[in-house]
């Protein structure tokens, strides 16, 4: 299979030609490593070195021309998270005529997308590092179609859900250790290498201990879509039973048990009135996970990769997250910062076990499985004496793999008690339909007039018309938001406004220069950009 890469589409006469006379060519997007995707024409790897090759020939172009910044610290990253200095990206350089006395290259003619996967074992990095990354990666770049083939450079063997990066393109994609099949030296007739970093909310905490990315750029919208094409390309079709309403319990059976989960499903089953069902990725297919998912009315689980799956869930629904003792949920918001997502439309609670005989742990296990036995006696005593678990960094803080990987007894009471405060189911939740994102445009036509009424008193009238696409759209609230400020001063009088035009008098001034700003805000959120400020004098 891994060989079905097909020279029947290139004249290899003509590509090694073009190869040797011509060179490489880059041009990238991107100011700094951390945002830079780069298209190459010919970019070579040969496979004995491990390394990509640039080919320095007649027509070639090395944009961004970085010298040897290029090696500070790399010229990108390889896999959608921040700079990570086992995935950064770079190439060495040859002239062309030493292909003369090279192994005569394979070349590719396939669209190509190169990069690595983070974590392929692991659901959330699956979904959150790799598929949306590359997904919208595609989408940015009209040729890396359906037809366009991956590799991933991570050097990993498939992973545990290699069906999922199947559905991206309709090519088998390349592993690293796959490429030597091709021979020694392989050139990709058109690449493009690193990933978009746009969809990403969260970061796992290298650098600073793990939260949701200081500057997200992705909504729920654009996480819905995603979804919505991997249930298509998985053949996973929501069956619309609306009176169907159910509850899933996603269970882990290998760690991170619940330990009373038929009481849990009882207790749940009992306070909604409804049927509740348990998923697991060890007793069923990925697509069957999703099926149940997306005619969900609330998705429970343990804290862990299988919450990612949320981002199936319909509409309306809502999102329990279980973190055993110990563990502060604050501190740990992946699948929080995903349903919280604007327009993603979840609800989400989570809930704590308090009770530290509810939990059983495992201090004889191997380090990464929370093991502590190794380490020493008076640290093992005051991590079994703590009540939380410190702020930490990632990734082998022995304190916390103790804790995360504790199996809980749900105490029932507490759990409901949550749920009842923080979530409410809708029957018709999954018929919940996107609410409108439509921003307004300027208010136009802004003026001011003024009078002065007497030594100490004056008038000030603001006066605009609406936002040129509010006559095409339904809005439930329109308001006006204006700002005042006397010029010269740093603070402003803020008001909100119901109608088109306003008179001020209190707090104006006679022979005052007043700067004044407009802007529309619909159903109270969705704010405008403001008019260019009016000088006003009265
Ligand atoms: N996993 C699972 N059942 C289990 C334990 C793990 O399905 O009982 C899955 C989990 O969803 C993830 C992968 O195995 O995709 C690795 O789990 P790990 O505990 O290492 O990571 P975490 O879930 O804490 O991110």
Redesign the pocket.
């Known amino acids: 299979q891994s060989q079905e890469v097909s020279q029947v589409r290139i004249d290899y006469h003509a590509a090694l030609q073009a190869l040797q006379e011509h060179g490489t060519r880059m041009v990238c997007s991107g100011k700094m490593h951390t945002d830079r995707i780069c298209r190459f024409d010919y970019l070579c790897y040969c496979t004995e070195a491990e390394e990509f090759v640039f080919f320095h020939g007649n027509s070639s172009v090395m944009l961004p021309n970085l010298g040897p910044r290029r090696f500070q610290p790399a010229l990108l990253d390889l896999s959608s998270v921040e700079d990570h200095n086992t995935q950064y990206f770079n190439f060495l350089e040859l002239p062309a005529a030493a292909l003369k006395f090279m192994p005569k290259p394979v070349f590719v003619p396939d669209v190509t997308l190169i990069m690595n996967r983070f974590n392929p074992?692991?659901?959330?990095?699956?979904f959150h590092d790799d598929l949306l990354p590359i997904f919208y990666t595609m989408q940015q770049y009209s040729d890396l179609d359906d037809e366009a083939r991956l590799v991933f450079m991570e050097g990993w063997g498939e992973g545990?859900?290699f069906d999922l990066y199947r559905l991206l393109s309709s090519k088998q994609p390349l592993l690293k250790e796959q490429l030597r099949n091709f021979g020694k030296l392989m050139c990709f007739t058109k690449s493009y290498v690193g990933l978009s970093k746009m969809t990403t909310w969260y970061q796992y905490g290298f650098v600073q201990p793990q939260g949701p990315k200081a500057n997200i750029l992705v909504s729920g919208n654009e996480v819905r879509q995603f979804a919505k094409t991997m249930m298509e390309r998985m053949n996973v079709t929501r069956e619309d039973r609306p009176e169907d309403d159910y509850i899933v319990v996603f269970?882990?059976?290998?760690?991170?048990?619940i330990l009373n989960e038929a009481e849990l499903i009882l207790a749940l089953a009992q306070e909604f009135q409804m049927r509740t069902v348990t998923v697991?990725?060890?007793d069923q297919s990925f697509a069957s996970v999703v099926q149940v998912i997306s005619g969900a009315s609330m998705l429970i689980s343990m804290?862990?990769?299988?919450?990612v799956a949320s981002l199936f869930l319909p509409r309306g629904a809502a999102v329990v997250e279980l973190f055993p003792y110990a563990v502060n949920p604050e501190h740990y918001t992946p699948y929080k910062t995903l349903a919280s997502l604007p327009g993603m439309d979840l609800q989400y609670a989570a809930w704590r076990n308090t009770i530290m005989e509810n939990s059983v742990t495992y201090p004889e296990r191997p380090w990464d499985q929370g093991g502590i036995s190794h380490l020493e006696k008076e640290e093992q005593g005051r991590i079994l004496a703590s009540q939380e678990v410190p702020r930490h960094l990632c990734c082998r803080n022995p304190e916390w793999l103790f804790r995360?990987?504790q199996d809980t007894m749900v105490d029932i009471p507490s759990f409901l008690a949550t749920l009842r405060r923080t979530v409410q189911i809708k029957p018709n939740g999954k018929k919940a339909k996107a609410a409108s994102t439509v921003h307004p445009g300027r208010v136009r036509e802004p003026k001011c007039q003024t009078s002065v009424q007497a030594a100490n008193e004056a008038k000030l009238t603001v006066s605009w018309q609406i936002p040129w696409n509010l006559k095409y759209l339904k809005v439930r609230e329109v308001k006006y938001e204006v700002w005042i400020q006397e010029q010269g001063e740093n603070t402003y009088m803020p008001y909100i406004l119901p109608h088109q035009n306003y008179t001020f008098s209190e707090n104006i001034k006679p022979f005052t220069t007043y700067l004044v700003w407009v802007r529309c805000i619909f159903n109270k959120s969705l704010l405008g950009p403001f008019a260019d400020v009016l000088l006003c004098k009265t």
């Not at 269970?251 to 048990?257: C, D, E, H, V, W």
């Not at 804290?303 to 919450?307: E, K, R």
């Open positions: 074992d692991n659901l959330m990095h699956i545990a859900h269970s882990r059976s290998i760690n991170r048990l697991s990725l060890e804290h862990g990769a299988q919450l995360i990987y």
